[in-house]
T-cell receptor, first 116, second 115 residues
Framework: GQQLNQSPQSMFIQEGEDVSMNCTSS?????WLWYKQDPGEGPVLLIA?????ELTSNGRLTAQFGITRKDSFLNISASIPSDVGIYFC????????????????FGQGTILTVHP | NAGVMQNPRHLVRRRGQEARLRCSPM?????VYWYRQLPEEGLKFMVY????????ESGMPKERFSAEFPKEGPSILRIQQVVRGDSAAYFC?????????????FGPGTRLLVL
């Protein structure tokens, strides 16, 4: 089955610094999603990417869907303490008809710690 | 607009008991997905359901686990004769009936602890 390799596993940064994390896959995905999970909660969708090469921003967050459709990155600019959490990438396939296979394949997560 | 709801949030069971986890999708969403998350790991897909139909159960263990999404009421993930290895967080997600960009929205999860 598909596997996503997410890196880095963890990051310790100072408030105000920029952050970058990425996901790579041996398989092609049609959709890439980035989620954030706080302790004891479910993942919350940050950014969704639907086209190869697409670059999308959501406030201080920017994500790109790689041209090869096998990778994606997420950047967070000017980090703040509330950015602390676990960030997950997820990929989704679509069939030839354009409908989804449904299931998401998740990366292992990047644990972000922001020091004030 | 209420999000995905799951209950209970925490569930403690002894080995051999049954666990029932419930999920109510967002209003207007007809697709439900269940995922399992072990400590310090990513989420792993279990099953994908639409109303009264199991679409993909490729991630479900072959024994003791079952899922349903009836015409009325929440989706249920049922684990029979639980073992310690079933201890995990179980998340439900839902998405609307769209052909493109079926973004999944997650509930808060049920933390199952098997003693």
């Amino acid at each position: 089955g598909q596997q996503l390799n997410q890196s880095p596993q963890s990051m310790f940064i100072q408030e105000g610094e920029d952050v970058s994390m990425n996901c790579t896959s041996s398989s092609i995905f049609n959709t890439w999603l980035w989620y954030k999970q706080d302790p004891g909660e479910g993942p919350v969708l940050l950014i969704a990417l639907y086209k190869a090469g697409e670059l999308t921003s959501n406030g201080r967050l920017t994500a790109q869907f790689g041209i090869t459709r096998k990778d994606s990155f997420l950047n967070i600019s000017a980090s703040i303490p509330s950015d602390v959490g676990i960030y997950f990438c997820a990929g989704q396939l679509k069939n030839a008809g354009g409908t989804s296979y449904g299931k998401l394949t998740f990366g292992q997560g990047t644990i972000l710690t922001v020091h004030p | 607009n209420a999000g995905v709801m799951q209950n209970p949030r925490h569930l403690v069971r002894r080995r051999g008991q049954e666990a029932r986890l419930r999920c109510s999708p967002m209003k207007g969403h007809s697709h439900v997905y269940w995922y399992r998350q072990l400590p310090e790991e990513g989420l792993k897909f279990m099953v994908y359901l639409q109303k009264e139909n199991i679409i993909d159960e490729s991630g479900m263990p072959k024994e003791r686990f079952s899922a349903e999404f009836p015409k009325e009421g929440p989706s249920i993930l049922r684990i029979q004769q639980v073992v310690r290895g079933d201890s995990a967080a179980y998340f439900c997600a839902s998405s609307p009936l769209l052909s493109v960009g079926e973004t999944q929205y997650f509930g808060p999860g049920t933390r199952l602890l098997v003693l």
